[in-house]
């Protein structure tokens, strides 16, 4: 609802109670200036809370993924950075590594790295 005094506009919640231009003794603000703090302070709550959710499931999820790391003896990881391309077979038994989604999702980084240096020597 907007309502119309002289040279201003002043816009209300179409299904609530007009505020009265009543000023708060203690703060100093309208009824309106006092509304709008505590809107806005309650979406910044929210997105505080948002935030903190999102900083907690990525937490999570990360911790969830198992990579391995490089001091480990992880012999999925040997073979690949052993893999070397001299003739089509080799080409083809990387590709049917990526039929399994597990293996390619916790070797992502080195399959692309292999991938590209299969593309390089094909293309070569």
Partial sequence: MVRKSSETCKIYPMFSS????????????????????????????????????????????????????????????????????????DCKALIDMFDDREYVFKYKVDLKKKFEEMVQWFLN
């Fill in 18 to 89: 007009p505020v009265m231009y009543t000023i708060n003794e203690v703060t100093g603000l309208t009824k309106e200036e006092e509304l709008g703090l505590n809107e806005r302070k309650r979406l910044q709550d929210m997105c505080s809370v948002d935030d903190e959710f999102k900083n907690d499931y990525l937490n999570s999820y990360f911790e969830t993924l198992n990579v391995s790391s490089e001091d480990e003896n992880d012999w999925n990881r040997m073979i690949l950075k052993a893999l070397e391309f001299h003739e089509f077979a």
